[in-house]
């Protein structure tokens, strides 16, 4: 009988501690999807046992979901300001046209300023859209093992009868590195970086993509050019969404390449930035794209 009574008092604790913490969070997720607002900090439960590690995940989940909330929030203010400024060029040139006291000259200087502002306007919600896709698809994408060289020869080809002549050049082809990352939105990565320095180059320039160890678990892919280079001072700025810094052809450039060109970077678990150039030849821009290793290559 008392062997039955211990073994009913531990059943009880034991399914407490498990009971308990499951109801604490089935309390929790009602909460965050209910809006209840809190007075103090939401406390998830801490263990070191599966429990723990499901309350650990519930958490990050709610965080990655506001977190993404907070960056639709300012998509969407910025979106609502970059169309704004077109829209109200727009509604200026209309209101001038519609008084007839203007002169021919002026109203044909409208007439062009407005259809710069419609192609803009154009622009805009193409890559608007093209950038939410891509936002969508690389929560789904499906990834692969690609060798780093033989990937980056096949995008170099594509260039080979470029307009400007520009040379596109690869060191340290031999690092046979393989990295775990989807093949089509890697490959509009280096696109939008290479197209990025041919558009900005003089005829008959070069791009130098370099390959370096950072470790036994990472790889640097560099990417230099000769162009006029970006100023240190900007290196974090042109990551941001519809920042342009262009003097020429400023329309045709909505300043979302790059924004699109980290978020896909992130989702392997890499990094880009622009460092200063550290080769004489190439003083212009240099990209530099952090990405790590295929698991067995870590060693």
Known sequence: VLFVLIMLL??????????????QLSKLTLIERQKISQKKTTEYPIRGDEIGTLSKEIQNMSHDLKSQID??????????????????????ANELLSNHKISNHNKKLLIDNMGKDIKRMNKLISDIANYTKIKAEIETENFEYIKIPEFLKDIVEQYNDNKKNIQILIENSQNNKTVLANRNKLSQVFYNLIDNSISILDKDKKILISLENKDDQY??????????????ELAEKVFDRFYTDRDVDRNNHTGLGLPIVREIIRSFRGFIRIIKSDRAEYSGACFIINLPLKNDQKT
């Open 10 to 23: 531990l059943s009880f604790f034991f399914s407490e501690s498990i009971v308990r913490p499951i109801k």
């Open 71 to 92: 960056q639709l929030e300012k998509f969407a203010a910025d979106v609502s300001h970059e169309l704004k400024n077109p829209l109200t060029s727009l509604h200026s």
């Open 219 to 232: 790889i640097n892919i560099k990417i230099y050019d000769q162009g006029k280079g970006i100023p240190i």
